[in-house]
């Protein structure tokens, strides 16, 4: 990937937080929360889209965003009122933008130009009220955006548009502050951008610079004047230092009789940037440019430089017109230093790592066998060894970890296409974004969490008429929330429409063969039924919902993460799913279990308790099914030996060990085994990957003398194969 | 007899610390900047060079610059900055 092609990738990394960020922002207003900072964050997210995608030549994402634009201007100067029809077609400009963004990536074919053409004309249509907007020529003067050529050569000025004249050219005195400097802005790319707008005489004053005694490296003392010999729009140059306009002290006067500049600056808000502005692809540009233009620096001796030509203007002491610029404010916290990994390597070290804790796990196994003492010196090292690998493992795993918002953020757009399909009105409220799980997780919760989201809106909820009618608001609520909850991620999806019509479903279950027309089934199983493959309550397949992927899909793509999904609903007041996954798919701490002369991992945080069957506890249900008393209950008692096949005949519970384990559905169960060998952390090995899904083994992982140990996938075990008879065709081993 | 100081290739935010402590290291000292390995140069860079300048003619000592890259001389063109070896001969 050569430097140009590394940064357009780097640029659309950031399109997506700034996507993220715009959409968050639009949220807050649509929330009431109109204040100056949040409309300004909205508009810098909008125009650093449209910056980079200048310098990349994107030409209709560039088009978009600067009509988007604009309207963020006039509401920002506060020409234009932030009402609920803006804000709800700045949510729909940000869904279109995000569009432009995706198609210029390659990621989807093209826009949808008749809806991207509709919301101009509607964003239009509000920044210029109910006046025709300017012609397209005075647009794209006015764009106040060049494409930068990627060859940065300062004697190749881009011609700049002929706007009005107003001034014969501009007298800029700038002086940046250290922070400038510290969110990576530079002042040399300041002076090529106002290079760019024409001629330019740069003076550099240091007259305030202490000895270097006295000189603190954070604080800028350097002032610059530059006079810009072109009549150009005042707008153009606001542009250049839009980034840094609170980072620096800057004076803008008009040269040669100019007379109508009035306080350039005193209507632009003296914001103070976020570190995520701080993404500068034109520095990156200008950085690879650089490295293109001239690889290798030529030496020559100083003396042999021309000098510069003597200033033609001494420093001067012009009359600000300026705003000064305003404190940073105090709740502005300053951004974490991150860096940018390829995940490749992250992968490859998280391998690694897992081969590491085989290993370790190996050679601890030898050390025992071997007989030394506990105390030994050999033994106590690896103990530490152990901890350290540990310790290893967590950090490479929380470098991995992500919190869930950037899945949670794709959301309220879905809601408001589908409320907008079926005419309902919708409010989605997200809890937990910030709840962290594994990067693998996060990226395959996106789809049953659409698939449920749409669900909800298209089956859960009713019309407004249908709301109003049951005495409920018009408008139904969607809750998306993520927490954590004993080892796992939860993700909730719930909505407050009419719940489960179990009647219904019983029927179409009925009518479909998935059950008997005489089942006896709870609340709960019912409910569930609409799991089963093939099962779609939707009379009319609708655009929505109905989408050949039913309900079954999204719990056998969520069982593949290791997840559970149950659902509950209360008719009339709605329903709630509940997912619950693993927090990662790498590592699971584990208590290893023999069952048959077979190895087992039960995964721990399934596990209650375990306990070693009395005969006295232990009895029969019809004289078959075993089931064994715990805490003055009586739980199942599952011998997995047997359901799994591995031996032909039940074992004597007396001559095992009972272990209690609970689902996630709050079920508890015992399940039989003949020993308890232990308890660590395993290395999880897709078992789908390298050989095939078995029911009831979740996984697989290596042990310590090298042998392959089954995971058990302890809810399928207890709800599902606990029910079946055991199939003769389903043998996992002889 | 001067000393010479070979400045790094990217004189940019992180570079102007090491850079301040390296120059005031030399404080007494006759000096050549030598920036002919140059490829990068920040505003807080600048600043500190020009201090130094400054710095070394209060004190009355020699500092001159030496070999420079081709980036130098368009960048310190670029940002205005006065010819670097005058108030060294000030001094």
Redesign the interface.
Known sequence: MDAFEAIKVTFFQECDELLADLEAKLMLLEQGQTDLETINAVFRAVHSVKGGAGAFGLEALVRFAHVFETLMDELRSGRKPCDTITIKTLLRASDVLADHIQAAQGLIPQVDEGRSAALVAELEMLTHGGEAPPAVEDEDDDFGFMPMAFDMALDEPVAAPEPELEAVGWRIVFKPMGRMYANANETGLLLRELGRLGPTTVVLDDSETPTLDALSVEDGCLTWTVDLDAAVDEAALLEVFDFVESDCELAITPLGGASNMNAPFEDEPAAVLPASDDLDIAALLAKASGAVADPVPETIPFAAIEPEPAPAVATPAPTPVAAAPVAASASVAPAPVTIRVDLDRVDRLINVVGELVIQQAMLSQRVLESGLARSSGIALGLEDLELLTREIQDSVMAIRAQPVKSVFQRMPRLVREVADMVSKQVRLVTVGEDTEVDKTVVERLAEPITHMLRNAIDHGLETPDERIAAGKSAEGTVRLAALHRSGRIVIEISDDGRGINRERVKKIAIDKGLIAADAPLTDEQIDNLIFAPGFSTAAVVSDISGRGVGMDVVKRSIQALGGRISISSVPGKGSTFTLSLPLTLAVLDGMVVAAAEQTLIAPLPTIVESLTPQAADLHFVGGVDPVIRFRDRFLPLIDVALIMGFREQPMNPTDGVAVVVETEGGQQAALLFDAIQGQRQVVIKSLETNYQQVEGVAAATILGDGRVALILDVDVIVTDMRRKSIRPDFKLAS | MSETLILAEVL??NA??PL?AE??AL?GHALTLD??????????C???L???R??WA?DGVNLS?????????????????????NEGALA
Request: glycine share 8%; net charge neutral; aromatic share 8%.
């Open positions: 940019d935010l102007a610390q301040k120059l005031l404080r920036a002919s390995a140059v490829e990068r140069l920040g505003g807080l600048l600043q500190i020009m201090s130094a400054k710095t209060a610059l030496g070999s420079v890259s081709q980036y130098w001389t368009e960048q310190w063109a670029a940002l205005g900055a006065p010819d670097f070896n």
